[in-house]
């Protein structure tokens, strides 16, 4: 187990020193959090809650899935956010699967995160529902408290 964490801990570090990812540092997301900061924030909150609630997730597709949920690539403030909670997943998963060489659980994990606002996409594994959730905590903690 502790192997598993050190190795997902630089699989994760790894990912976020991406220049790929690093791009997301460009936008903002939540008050005064880029789209970079709050994939990470999202990621260890996901690691953490993985081991508080002993979910026994495949820690490396969680940590990714959850560093790549937002990687959509746009500020999304521009046009007034339209359509955006609704439509940003799947062009994250896009973007992901363009660019890194991601799952079938990440691209579901990446899609699924905004459920129940995206109705029919529903976490399938316990990955994009520790995801859905942190992403959820990390999202009201960042939009009350970062402005």
Not at 38 to 59: F, G
Not at 92 to 113: G, K, V, Y
Not at 122 to 128: D, G, I, N
């Amino acid at each position: 187990m502790k192997m598993d964490r050190k190795r997902t801990d630089r699989d994760l570090e790894l990912l976020a020193a991406d220049p790929r990812t690093r791009r997301m540092a460009a936008y903002c997301q939540h008050g005064r959090v880029s789209t970079y900061e709050h994939c990470l924030n999202v990621a260890e909150m996901s690691l953490a809650l993985d081991e508080k609630l002993h979910a026994n997730c495949r820690r490396q597709e969680l940590a990714r899935g959850a560093m790549l949920h937002d990687y959509f690539l746009y500020d999304w403030h521009h046009w007034g956010g339209h359509g955006h909670g609704f439509s940003h997943a799947h062009q994250a998963a896009q973007n992901a699967a363009r660019d890194f060489d991601i799952t079938e659980t990440e691209r579901q994990i990446i899609e699924s995160h905004m459920w129940p606002l995206n109705i029919s996409k529903l976490p399938r594994s316990r990955e994009a529902w520790i995801v859905c959730l942190a992403d959820k905590v990390c999202s009201l903690k960042e939009t009350l408290t970062e402005r």
